[in-house]
T-cell receptor, first 114, second 112 residues
């Protein structure tokens, strides 16, 4: 089954403790992206990647890191999480970096930073 | 930079009635416009897109959207709403670059 898989689905942690949210897709997609969803703000793009070893900042990259060493994986790293990063996070992928391609989304990761 | 606005936080309709969820956009150049739906505890699912051509775009689950260049709008429509259409709907725009902008979302409630 074609899918985008995120882990963990839920995480409660404390300020300053490094964490990684993994994202993997099995569709051989070139384009991958991370978003955070907050009430009243919709989805805001954190980082995106057009292919292996190519990453770019979205609208809200501060406090986050990403890497794209393999085509299928695009982990999101919070080196020193803070409470304002408490949010619902989504990973997405699309077939190519072409602007007309719809994205496939994972089911989300709910992070709570205490 | 591109942007999207969904002017209504909430839309309520009765089952069987037509529904409209509004979206306006701002973008340099030709817009690539999308509608997505989100059900509880799930990621977004693609409904339809406008790239070029016919201003009326048909998508999944009986939804369609009308692109209006002069009004910079891309409203989502369905002739007859179902209770199962109740969900959170997002409009999105992708411009010349590869970044994506989403609206704040509109919660659609269809009452029996």
């Amino acid at each position: 089954e074609a899918q985008v898989t995120q882990n963990p689905r839920y995480l409660i942690t404390v300020t300053g403790k490094k964490l990684t949210v993994t994202c993997s897709q099995n569709m051989n997609h070139e384009y991958m992206s991370w978003y955070r969803q907050d009430p009243g703000l919709g989805l805001r793009q954190i980082y995106y990647s057009m292919n292996v070893e190519v990453t770019d900042k979205g609208d809200v990259p501060e406090g986050y890191k990403v890497s794209r060493k393999e085509k299928r994986n695009f982990p999101l790293i919070l080196e020193s999480p803070s409470p304002n990063q408490t949010s619902l996070y989504f990973c997405a992928s699309s077939f190519s970096s072409g602007s007309n391609q719809p994205q496939h989304f994972g089911d989300g990761t709910r992070l709570s930073i205490l | 930079a591109q942007s999207v606005a969904q002017p209504e936080d909430q839309v309520n309709v009765a089952e069987g009635n037509p529904l409209t969820v509004k979206c306006t956009y701002s973008v340099s150049g030709n817009p690539y416009l999308f509608w997505y739906v989100q059900y509880p505890n799930r990621g977004l699912q693609f409904l339809l897109k406008y790239i070029t051509g016919d201003n009326l775009v048909k998508g999944s689950y009986g939804f369609e959207a009308e692109f209006n260049k002069s009004q910079t709008s891309f409203h989502l429509k369905k002739p007859s709403a179902l209770v199962s259409d109740s969900a959170l709907y997002f409009c999105a725009v992708r411009g010349i670059g590869n970044d994506m902008r989403f609206g704040a979302g509109t919660r659609l409630t269809v009452k029996p």
